[in-house]
T-cell receptor, first 115, second 112 residues
Framework: NAGVMQNPRHLVRRRGQEARLRCSPM?????VYWYRQLPEEGLKFMVY????????ESGMPKERFSAEFPKEGPSILRIQQVVRGDSAAYFC?????????????FGPGTRLTVL | EDQVTQSPEALRLQEGESSSLNCSYT??????LFWYRQDPGKGPEFLFT???AGEEKEKERLKATLTKKESFLHITAPKPEDSATYLC?????????????FGKGTTLSVSS
């Protein structure tokens, strides 16, 4: 399967714990995006990264959330000290980075539940 | 502020009953309009990209069109397997990166 891979698919955390979500882009893609889908809400952009660089984090909450895309390995979205309001589906997308209107291809998502 | 509104929120069709989904958008300098399909518990699946008014694209029973203010996704003779949530998204020129702005989607149910 050469698509975008995300793991884990489901993650349960208690309030105050840390959540780490991983995303491996499609082969040949160098751009990664993270989106969040809250119940009854549309997908909301969080952050856009290239290898070792955060390009646009305008959708990221100011506290507790961080993202990275290291030179080697998957992109990581980290949520520290999770609260119930963080429960949502988190989707990663990747694009080849060949132009300003690259098509973004989405992974299956990680469904985070905070108890 | 860039915005996307989809209508209707939900649509029920009989197999073979053609219809259209609407996506109205407000954006400063449209760079692209995207249609995705999302099945329950899965990620969005790419369908079409439209770049300029008057453009049309087709794939099987689906046809997407674009004007300066809205896009339509026409579904011809739908089948039960077309049941899904259809998402519209835009990319505006004033986005710092290439973030997509999504509508809330139209949930289509096709019964046999």
């Amino acid at each position: 399967n050469a698509g975008v891979m995300q793991n884990p698919r489901h993650l349960v955390r208690r309030r105050g714990q840390e959540a780490r979500l991983r995303c491996s882009p499609m082969k040949g893609h160098s751009h990664v995006y993270w989106y969040r889908q809250l119940p009854e809400e549309g997908l909301k952009f969080m952050v856009y990264l290239q290898k070792e660089n955060i390009i646009d984090e305008s959708g990221m909450p100011k506290e507790r959330f961080s993202a990275e895309f290291p030179k080697e390995g998957p992109s990581i979205l980290r949520i520290q000290q999770v609260v119930r309001g963080d429960s949502a589906a988190y989707f990663c997308a990747s694009s080849p980075g060949q132009g300003a209107t690259d098509t973004q291809y989405f992974g299956p998502g990680t469904r985070l539940t905070v108890l | 502020e860039d915005q996307v509104t989809q209508s209707p929120e939900a649509l029920r069709l009989q197999e073979g009953e053609s219809s259209s989904l609407n996506c109205s958008y407000t954006v400063s300098g449209l760079r692209g309009l995207f249609w995705y399909r999302q099945d329950p518990g899965k990620g969005p699946e790419f369908l079409f990209t439209l770049y300029s008014a008057g453009e049309e694209k087709e794939k099987e029973r689906l046809k997407a069109t674009l004007t300066k203010k809205e896009s339509f996704l026409h579904i011809t003779a739908p089948k039960p397997e077309d049941s899904a949530t259809y998402l519209c998204a835009v990319q505006g020129a004033n986005q710092a990166g290439t973030a997509l702005i999504f509508g809330k989607g139209t949930t289509l149910s096709v019964s046999s």
